[in-house]
Structures are given as C-alpha cells and as structure tokens.
C-alpha cells in the first residue's frame, strides 16, 4: 500500500465515521434517550421493585446482578441498529453508491460502519451506564475485561447489522432478525438469571447462545462472577467476529444486494 | 442474456461525448460497468491507461458520475454531501471545503448549503449531484442523462456550464434523450441499441449523413394553391405553412428563388425535426427496433 493510498484510506474512513457518528447523534431522540429511558423502567421495575423479594443470586443483590446484563443488551441492541438502519438506508436511498464509485476498498467501507455502530453501542452503554448508577452501586471488578468485552461485542453485532443490511430488501427485514432471533436470545442469554438455576439439560442448551458469553464476560468484568470461563467466553467472541467479518467482506466482494 | 454484447468504446481525452440510445439499449449498464456498480462479466476497461481491474484506485480516482436517479441522502444538509464525497476520495477537510464552496457557487447553491437536500428542486437536487461530482475534480465526468425533469432554463445553464468544464479540460461522456442537447454539446457520438454499438462517429459526420431534412416554412400571406414546385417535395399544411424536404444535393438558395418566382413570401422557417432526432430514429429502425 501506497503512502498517497493509505492518506485516502484514512480519509476515507474518518468520513465514514464522522458521517455515521453525526446520523446518529443528529437523532439523539430516536437514538440516544430511548435506550436510556427503557433501561430506568428495568432498574425500577425488576431492581427496586421485584427485585428485594427475589433476594441475592450469585452473592449479590438483584439489581446489582442485572445491572451488567442490561448494560449489555443495550450495547448489542444499539450496536446492531445503527450499521443494519444506517447502512439499509443507504441501500434504500442509494446513496450507498457515493462510497462504491469512490476509490474505496471495501474493508474500508465495512470498517467506517462497524466503527459507527461501536460509537453508539459504547456511547448508549455509557448513557445506560450513569442511569444504573441511580438505582445501584456499580464498581469495576476489572476495566481491561470491561472495555475489551465492550468493543469486542459492539463490533459483533455491527458486523451482524452490516449483514442484515446487506440482505434486507424491505424495511421489514431490519426487523425480522432483532425480533424474532436477537431478543430472545438476548432475553435468555442470563441477563435476569444466573444458568445455575436451570436444570442440567437448560443449562446445556443455554451454552449453545453466544450472548450468555457476552454477558456473563460483561458481568465478570463489573462484578467478578461469571457462568463461563472468561477465556472461553472471548474465543467464542472473537470467533463470531473473524467468521462475520470474511463473510461480510465476502458479500461485499460479490456485490451482494449493493451492486447489479 | 447479456445486457451489452462485447462493445468496444473509447473516448479521446477532453471529448465530450454523447452515448444514445433508446430505453433499455445498455446506456446505463455501460456507465454501471464503468463506475463499479455493475459487475462486469467479461472484458476491461482502461480510464486514463489505467485498467479497472488492476488499478482501481487510481482509475476511479479519475471518475465523477452524476447518475440518472437521485442518490443522495434526502436527510443530509447539501454542503456535507458534498464534502462527505470529498472524503470519499482522500481530500482532507480543509481542502473539501473549498472545493465545496467553489462548486456549490458556481451552480448557485452556496446559499442552500445547510439546507436538507430533500428541500431542493428537482433541478437543484440535479445541480448537487454535478457539484458532488466534481468535488474531486475528475479527469472524466459522467452524465447519465443529467437534464431529465429539468427545465428550460435550468438546462441551458447546465449547458453552459458544462461547456465550461469541458473547455476547462474535463473529459466528459453524456446519455441524454434530449437529442438536441447532444447535438448542441458533444462533437463525438456513439449509438448502442440491443447491447451493441450501431455507429461511432463525430458528430459532424454524422449529421453529414441525414440524406433528408424536412423544414417548415412560416409564410407572411396565405396562398389558394400551390405551384408545382419542380424537384423540391412541398406540400401545403394549411393556408400559411409548408413543408418542404430537402435532399443531400439541393440547396435552399434554389427552393427561395422559387418561392420569390411565386410571389410566396416566407416569414420564418424551422427544422420540422431536430436533425439528430431524425437521424437516430433511421438507424434504430435499420437496427430492426420497434418504433
């Protein structure tokens, strides 16, 4: 790689980023508040209300225990919304041919909207984060696992926004796969429980969901306590991550739903 | 089914270049194929000697395209448009902006920039796409016919400005269905219909080879019958018009000796078709295309 390319590459990629980061917080409401307010009612609800009479779960209390679940579940519903909204509305709009006519390679291109989608996930999580601290005491068991499981999780589920993204034909199909596959998933990843309370063959079936990973990584990182081994739970991240990104990659090679 | 059929094309540097042919010839799939957005199944295209496949960094750095549909972000104030374009093609921001000022000035948009581009006109809306075109200064400028919805006025000032890039060096490729616009601006032309290249030729050329034109004549008196007009083909199309073909080997001068010989005094006259538009739709014809 040229000098005068990898200028135009970095170029190129702040643009993309700059781009996604001002979509995003230009919609502040649409983007920002309501992750914020949804995650005030799970506190008040499951963590001041319900949650005295459930009592301790894994040593802590419950709102303590949910606090890192829902901190994450922000993270991954946000991270996937922004690149599967932004880059369908791209496709939708056509404007998606700007960045394909330009001299841009297209890990460049799938670089700038993972970015973007990281910007949100972390920033909602931050917002999500000093709302929690209204309900709860929060401490950080070990900020390396914190921040790495952070982007590590962002970036996956952007490149799993990229590649509804990639496939939707119709504004119905960004929906379909947060719906119907994300948030049951997200939902029985152990955000509310610890898997130790199922039954032996649940808790088999549960470790077949990598976002009981992301999760229980996320909750080591704050409180100390995990389901799953730590370094298990980041291969299988990281796993997801390089699979997603060489098929994304691969889709956009091909053309895929972006070229005739 | 291929949608073109091995063309081969090519355009000299600083051309301005018409591409014609009727709806769903392969107008747009030739510019797709040239600007990345169609995958191409076989063969090469070179830009500036620098080949698509091998150099494609520098050969679409030379490219700007102003496609047949809008395509811009409908949410976007005009001026980040075009200085996210600009990024797209590695000018740092301070040197986007200037550009995107220079541009968006000179095609009367400047004070429209932090308006939401789906406020514009439709000919503004066109007008931002050449600026965001531009704004990397291309060697090559496609026009994918970049005057469709526009009005009179606003299309003349594209003319002229258009004129200007190209006298300013720009190499620039047009599709247009306006034929009168393609014989206005561009000295070369290429017909493609059913995939292939049916005539490539200058423009003068081309023209030279409409065997017959047909004008009309306005006259100042209305006249009860009209004498025989001898080799000229002329017919009454009321009281105060006729029409007249005119072939290769005869001259005018010779048809207004006959009109003075007749006391017939013209007031104006007129092509009865613009002479591209006639010409194009012979070929397309020869070409065995339904009319």
């Known amino acids: ?260 | 089914m291929h949608a073109l059929k091995g063309i081969d094309l090519e355009v000299s540097q600083g051309d301005f270049f018409a591409l014609l042919g009727p709806n769903g010839a392969g107008k747009s799939t030739t510019i797709g194929i040239i600007t990345s957005l169609v995958n191409k199944t076989d063969g090469k295209i070179f830009v500036y000697d620098y080949d698509l496949d091998t150099n494609i960094i520098e050969a679409k750095s030379l490219i700007g395209i102003v496609p047949q549909e809008i395509n811009f972000s409908q949410f976007e104030p005009c001026l980040e448009i075009v200085l996210n374009q600009a990024g797209y093609y590695g000018i740092p921001r301070k040197q986007a902006w200037k550009r995107a000022e220079k541009y968006l000035t000179q095609l009367g948009l400047w004070d429209k920039r932090n308006d939401p581009s789906r406020t514009l006109s439709g000919g503004l809306k066109r007008r931002l796409m050449i600026a965001r075109a531009l704004v990397h200064e291309p060697k090559l400028l496609i026009l994918d016919e970049p005057t469709a919805g526009v009005d009179v006025e606003l299309r003349r000032s594209m003319w002229e400005f258009l004129t200007e890039i190209n006298r300013q060096g720009t190499t620039i490729v047009l599709t247009t269905h306006y034929l009168e616009e393609a014989e206005k601006l561009c000295k070369n032309i290429a017909i493609i219909d059913h995939g292939n290249i049916i005539e490539n030729t200058t423009m003068k050329s081309l023209l030279s080879k409409l065997s017959i034109e047909t004008f009309i004549f306005d006259l100042t008196e209305p006249i009860a019958l009209l004498p025989d007009a001898g080799p000229f083909k002329l017919h009454k199309t009321d009281d105060t018009t006729l029409e007249a073909e005119i072939t290769n080997g005869q001259d005018l001068n010779t048809l207004f000796e006959f009109f003075g010989r007749n006391n017939i005094r013209v007031k104006s006259m007129r092509n009865k078709a613009n002479r591209l538009e006639e010409l194009f739709v012979r070929l397309l014809c020869k070409n065995n295309h339904p009319q």
């Not at chain 1, 001002?22 to 914020?36: D, M, S, Y």
């Not at chain 1, 519903?77 to 709009?93: D, I, M």
């Not at chain 1, 973007?116 to 068991?141: D, K, N, P, Q």
């Open chain 1, 1 to 260: 790689m040229t000098t005068m390319n990898r200028n135009l590459f970095v170029t190129a990629f702040c643009t993309i980023v700059i781009k996604e980061i001002t979509r995003f917080t230009r919609i502040w409401i649409q983007t920002i508040l309501p992750p914020a307010i949804s995650m005030a009612l799970y506190f008040l609800i499951f963590g001041n209300l319900i949650g005295p009479r459930i009592g301790m779960m894994s040593g802590f209390s419950y709102i303590e225990f949910i606090a890192p679940g829902l901190i994450m579940m922000s993270i991954i519903n946000n991270s996937y919304a922004n690149v599967v909204s932004s880059f369908f509305g791209a496709k939708f709009q056509r404007h998606i041919e700007e960045m394909l006519v330009a001299p841009i390679p297209d890990f460049v291109i799938l670089g700038g909207y993972i970015t973007g989608g990281v910007a949100r996930g972390a920033l909602v999580g931050l917002v999500v984060t000093l709302v929690a601290m209204f309900f709860t005491r929060l401490s950080i068991h070990h900020l390396g696992v914190v921040i790495a499981v952070v982007l590590l999780t962002s970036i996956l589920f952007s490149l799993g926004g990229f590649i509804n993204g990639i496939f939707a034909r119709k504004f119905d199909d960004i929906s379909i796969i947060p719906t119907f596959i994300l948030t049951p998933l997200i939902y029985l990843g152990g955000i509310f429980y610890s898997i130790n309370l199922l039954p032996e063959f649940w808790q088999t079936v549960s470790k077949f969901n990598p976002i009981l990973y992301m999760v229980n990584a996320f909750r080591y990182g704050l409180l100390g306590v995990s389901d799953v081994d730590l370094m298990f739970a980041f291969t299988i991240i990281t796993l997801f991550i390089v699979i997603l990104f060489i098929f994304s990659l691969y889709l956009m090679k091909i053309g895929k739903g972006i070229r005739n």
